[in-house]
């Protein structure tokens, strides 16, 4: 191997320089098919995650009388208030947990049918989860809502995981980050869309609110009739499918230049480097010693980022806003300002993350929660005994809101992305997942005990997490904007107790072709017209 060390400490201090250089033009990475592949995927993806998450708050009155009313005509009589409240948990929860089963079953799906054609046949649940849900009071079925609930937790479980990965793989480093916080800004648009559409004059109220589960169609019809006409994840079509033509040309589309070839080249050196493009299993990524900090930050972030306590804000606002005198059939307006600051802090990560980077937006968006939380513990505790503290509440769950949406509320998924070669990619986010919805449902189960037996002081729980969050990356994470996945890899290694070549070596050799292999395999391809340009 001592050979091929030099040429590849030049490329290494090659890239560098390109990576300055790029960093200065990063606006050019931005074509158009790459922004619109962007904006359709998250479009029928995390914005359906984000709408279904506020979108049962609205008619949650009306939901529990078509309840109470369908049981009464089943069975002669009223449903007692437990039994109710049960049904309406459920109907809440289990949306977590069809996430789960999502995020289980996406492993193999990006595998087989690759990352475009897994969002795009994940809108079959989308349209299901619709149809059941907007009919179920048509069809005087409560078991339809609660059934279409799973369907659509199923869909965000597989696009929480597919869309990253697809942005990931279809972005330039230079604009990685950015391209990240597409995920997350487009579920702060969901929530905001759930908030507005709910409101009274428009589909919250009575004899409307089927139609907002009727509205999930719409993104899902986007996204089947434009998705199809881009293109397929290059470096899935390269390193998994190895089609080296239809790789080119989607860099070709996505890049929005002709000449492809140094892009081609970067990622079948790190074909080469990994000497692995085979699917790891979930066992297999936990048991290797290379990755093994890069695991452990992906649950660390995806444990804060469900368990920070934001769900819990927005188990408190109503009630907030109400003690600091706004009336009643205001609140639903006013809760649209803790959607709207969501949005505009989720666009402004997106705005600065390339300049400033993930280390800063992700401890800082921490720090800045563990303050908030303290003021807002503060303000509640003696706000009935100082007239203007309720509106120093109100500041401390918007700048809660804004702070997890700078860095927690994206970056995670951003690094999920970063943090792993291709053939590991599928089972990291398969983790990621499966942490995700799993706090999620903790959250849920959770939190009305440590409401009950806290009170306000349930946010110091809060706090305490988001400070070992914080800490944890402050001593492990390295800074990757701008980073290829070696230099990153390089980060880890240290802390790994592995050198660099132990590093490319540790991916199951028994899996693996050998170098010689590899490039009489690729100059194969070359030979026989597969590539187009000169690859040096």
Known sequence: MEPAAAPEADTLVAREAGGRRAGRSASSSWSGSLILAS????????????????????????????????????????????????????????????????????????????RKCTLLLNNVFAVTA????????????????????????????????????????????????????VTAIFICVGVFMGQVLGLPEIFGTESRWPFLFGVIVVPALVQIVILPFLP?????????????????????????????????????????VQRNTKLVSVLQLLRTRAVRWQVITVVVTMGCYQLCGLNAIWYYTNNIFSEAGINSKTIPYVTLSTGAVETLAAVSSGLVIERLGRRPLLIGGFGLMIVFFAVLTVSLTLQNNVTWLPYLSIFCILAIIASFCIGPGGIPFVLTGEFFQQSQR?????????????????????????????????????????????????????????????????????????????????????????????????????????????IV
């Open 39 to 114: 904006l359709t995927g998250a479009f029928g993806s995390s914005f359906l995650y984000g709408y279904n998450l506020s979108v049962v708050n609205a008619p949650a009155v009306y939901i529990k009388k078509f309840y109470n009313e369908t049981w009464e005509r089943r069975y002669g009589f009223s449903v007692d208030e437990s039994t109710l409240t049960l049904l309406w948990s459920v109907t809440v929860s289990i949306f977590a947990i069809g996430g789960l089963v999502g995020a289980i079953i996406v492993t193999p799906i990006v595998k087989f049918f690759g």
């Open 426 to 534: 599928p089972a990291a986010f398969m983790v990621a997942g499966t942490v995700n919805w799993l706090c999620n449902f903790a959250v849920g189960l959770l939190f009305p005990f440590i409401q009950s037996g806290l009170q306000n002081y349930c946010f110091l729980v809060f706090a305490a997490i988001c400070f070992a969050g914080a800490t944890y990356l402050f001593f492990v994470l390295p800074e990757t904007k701008n980073k290829t996945l070696g230099e990153i890899s390089h980060a880890f290694a240290k802390r790994n107790k592995v050198s660099l070549e132990m590093q490319e070596m540790n991916h199951y050799p028994e899996e693996r072709k050998s170098s010689a292999e590899q490039e009489s395999n690729f100059t194969s391809s070359v030979d026989n017209g597969e590539t187009k340009h000169a």
């Open 232 to 272: 397929e994840s290059p470096r899935y079509l390269l390193l998994e499918k190895h089609n080296t033509s239809k790789a080119e040309k989607a860099f070709q589309t996505f890049l929005g230049k002709e000449d492809v070839s140094q892009e081609v080249e970067e990622v079948l050196a790190e074909s080469r």
């Open 130 to 181: 619709a149809i059941l849900m907007s009919l179920s009071q048509l069809a005087g079925s409560f078991e339809m809502l609660i059934l279409g609930r799973i369907i659509m937790g199923v869909d965000a479980g597989i696009s929480l995981s597919a869309l990253p990965m697809y942005l990931s793989e279809i972005s330039p480093k230079e604009i990685r980050g950015s391209l990240g916080q």
